[in-house]
């Protein structure tokens, strides 16, 4: 499968294969962040060697979700649910739960990242794409 975001995820091999992790990062203050990146750190400033890629579980809990209906953008479809999450290793980040849900569901609930396929190149290769679905 080809990955829209591939600098965003990988999935490990072996124990827990196919729960991606997601690409961070660590400031030598102790501070994580996703996505990696090098501008500086949120909470202290250093830049340069004080800010290391980290892989980041793709385990976490839900902070927060809003089920769309109506979408301007002709290119995303809906129904489908936004929703923040807390992961594991400290970050929240925004993204799309896996499937659309009427449920309701509830903040602090176990979620873990998944990777969906959204489309197909012009050569037939799936497109797949970083998302979050409820841990059963």
């Known amino acids: 499968m ?3 975001k591939p600098h965003l995820y990988t999935v490990p091999d072996g124990a827990g294969a196919g729960v991606p992790q997601l690409r961070g ?3 030598s203050c102790g501070y994580v962040f996703f996505p990696m990146q090098t501008y500086g ?3 202290c400033g250093r830049t340069g060697e004080a800010l290391q890629p980290a892989l980041l579980s793709g385990q976490g809990a839900l902070v927060a979700s809003a089920r769309v209906l109506l ?3 002709k290119d995303r479809t809906p129904p489908f649910v936004v929703v923040s999450v807390k992961l594991a290793d400290g970050p929240v980040v ?5 499937q659309d849900t009427a449920e309701r569901l509830t903040v602090g609930q176990p ?6 396929e959204v489309g197909r190149t012009e050569t037939g290769d799936a497109i797949v794409d970083l998302r979050f679905s ?3």
């Open 2 to 4: 080809q990955a829209l």
């Open 71 to 73: 979408h301007a953008n």
């Open 111 to 116: 979620v873990q990242a998944c990777l969906v």
């Open 25 to 27: 990062g660590r400031c």
């Open 134 to 136: 409820p841990k059963h």
């Open 41 to 43: 750190c949120e909470v």
């Open 94 to 98: 925004r993204t799309l739960l896996a």
